[in-house]
């Protein structure tokens, strides 16, 4: 048995609206930023790249490499970098920190400094942070 195409399409909008997903949510895949990155480190997923980045206000866009499950962080987006991303395999995503959605965490309010990373303090309360040195 066949389903028909606007079937497959009417869930497919359910989906997306109970979600709240959209495809922007994934970035530009197939490029990335070359020559601004000042960290990279091995993720498990996408949302653990975006959250490396939320956390780090020098941060500005990311390349997310779905196959190394490497994450790079970028010190420049489109708007402030002097070149525009580039085609990259179709494992690779780019997005840019202006873009993601927050979690709505500790850190979300925080302005820690450039050279410094956010970090969640647990206690007996709501979620506090704090603002870390970067070694």
């Known amino acids: 048995m066949m389903i028909p195409f606007q079937s497959v399409l009417w869930i497919f909008c359910l989906v997306t609206m109970v979600t709240a997903l959209s495809v922007g949510d994934f970035g530009e895949r197939s490029h990335h930023l070359l020559g601004s990155e ?70 979300d309010r925080n302005q820690c400094g450039e050279n410094q990373v956010c970090t969640q303090l647990k206690g007996a309360g709501p979620l506090t942070d704090t603002c870390s040195q970067v070694i």
């Not at 010190?75 to 709505?104: C, I, L, N």
Request: proline share 3%; aromatic share 10%.
């Open 38 to 107: 000042f960290v990279t480190e091995k993720v498990k997923n996408f949302l653990q790249c975006k959250s490396l980045c939320d956390r780090r206000s020098l941060c500005k866009s990311v390349n997310y490499n779905a196959r190394s499950r490497s994450c790079a962080l970028n010190y420049h987006d489109v708007t402030t970098s002097d070149t525009s991303p580039s085609p990259a395999a179709s494992w690779v995503v780019f997005m840019e920190k202006r873009f993601m959605q927050t979690g709505g965490g500790a850190c």
